[in-house]
């Protein structure tokens, strides 16, 4: 595992990553990639341990905004070839991503799958006739339609990070655990050092805050009003009865407001719940609430009539760190020069790290992204009323 807690802290650095999630760490990874490696990542814990581990891992690009859909293509064919473009395993599993609406949202199902289709994503509307041989195992009523992305899966969230780490560590990036940033020092109007809860000082005219749910404390720290708040989302897994569904594709299930997908060869993992606000990330229910588990069951039944005999294996809640768009912000902190933020992920960090990781490297050491036009998941949207909108009630597939 690369990290180095009992190694000495440096005094100075040409950065300082806060967070060591999958975000945190992809960031770390392009800018050593961009020739910047005299950095230092602080991680409260151990790389991972936040809402990275407990991620349910789905790799689509079904979303209701460019910037987004963009974001998820282009980080999906990295996890589809991981191992060349990073090196080191991302656990991807190609199983498809199928979406299923009701009759209230078929329009938005029409607009996004057209949009993804001119920013070149495979995607397309499937009909009935089309799910019996793409998917016979899943039922679709009457008032329903879909679509279909067949490059999309799920991925392991601890290896994709850990492998960030070692690779950014091979080219002499430093990657301190479980001694968590307790604040900022600023000079006027720019960040002059980072200090941690053991003492030390690290000088650097240069911090990214990518702490998931304690970003907005961190934050806060310097007179930064985020408007973040983390909520929790429940994960359950079903043992499978592999002699009648011997697999089955990712579904992203709007109409029944959940999602479920593979989980190894004879396994489910679902995703549901009703996204209870957490106002302290310390303390909140990490388990999973047996009434909603079981109406997560009930619905994974309807949709494929196969797992009714599927039983509860186990289970976990995470965060999700929201804004009020369910979009992350990606910029430098206005206000503070040298300050950065890449927070609010909403449920989408993972399967958006590798874009996020290139784009935020590159914002932070050239002053803008390369590939796609951050100013959407700009700090100053909420403030001038220029939210992004979803499609869907759903707001996880915002």
């Known amino acids: 595992m690369a990290s180095n807690p009992g190694s000495p802290i440096p ?27 005299n950095t230092v990542l602080l991680e409260r814990d151990v790389l991972g341990s936040g809402s990275t581990g407990r991620s349910q891992a789905i790799c689509r690009m079904h979303y209701s905004n460019p910037i987004t859909t963009e974001l998820a293509w282009q980080s999906l064919q990295v996890f589809a070839d991981f191992d060349a473009r990073v090196g080191g395993a991302s656990g991807f599993v190609n199983t498809g991503y199928l979406v299923v609406v009701n009759e209230a949202d078929q329009g938005g199902l029409e607009r996004n799958v057209a949009m993804q289709q001119e920013l070149g994503v495979p995607s397309s509307l499937v009909s009935r006739d089309d799910l019996a041989s793409l998917a016979p195992m899943v039922t679709l009523y009457d008032d329903e339609r879909a679509a279909w992305e067949p490059q999309s899966g ?17 080219s002499g990036a430093r990657i301190m655990t479980r001694n968590p940033a307790s604040g900022i020092e600023t000079n006027g109007d720019r960040v002059q050092a980072v200090i941690t809860t053991s003492g030390d000082r690290i000088a650097t005219d240069t911090v990214v805050v990518a702490a998931g749910p304690w970003s907005g404390q961190v934050l806060a720290g310097v007179g930064v009003d985020a408007p973040l708040m983390p909520v929790r989302h429940q994960v359950a897994t079903v043992a499978r009865p592999v002699e009648v569904v011997p697999h089955h594709p990712t579904v992203g299930d709007i109409s029944q407001s959940f999602s479920f997908r593979p ?41 494929v009539p196969g797992m009714a005999d599927a039983y509860y294996r ?3 809640s995470g965060l999700f760190t929201t804004t009020p768009d369910w979009h992350p912000i990606l ?28 784009s935020v490297a590159e914002l932070v050491l050239e002053g803008r992204a390369r590939d796609v036009d951050l100013s959407p998941l700009r700090f100053t949207r909420f403030d001038e009323g220029d939210l992004l909108e979803s499609s869907y009630r759903y707001r996880v597939l915002a």
């Open 263 to 303: 989980d190894g060869s004879n396994c489910t993992t679902m995703g549901f719940g009703d996204d209870d606000e957490q106002s302290d990330p310390e303390v909140y229910p990490q388990g999973v609430d047996i009434t909603e588990a079981a109406s997560a069951r009930a619905r994974l039944a309807r949709r």
């Open 331 to 358: 910029d430098a902190v206005p206000g503070m020069a040298g300050l950065y933020c890449a927070i609010g992920f909403s449920g989408h960090g993972f399967k958006l790290s590798p874009a996020i990781g290139k």
């Open 154 to 170: 799920y991925a392991d969230p601890y290896q994709v990070t850990v492998s960030y780490a070692a690779r950014a560590q091979e």
């Open 11 to 37: 005094r100075t650095a040409d950065a300082v990553i806060i967070g060591g999630g999958v975000i945190g760490c992809a960031i770390q990874y392009h800018m050593a990639r961009l020739g910047v490696s």
């Open 314 to 316: 186990g289970g976990w």
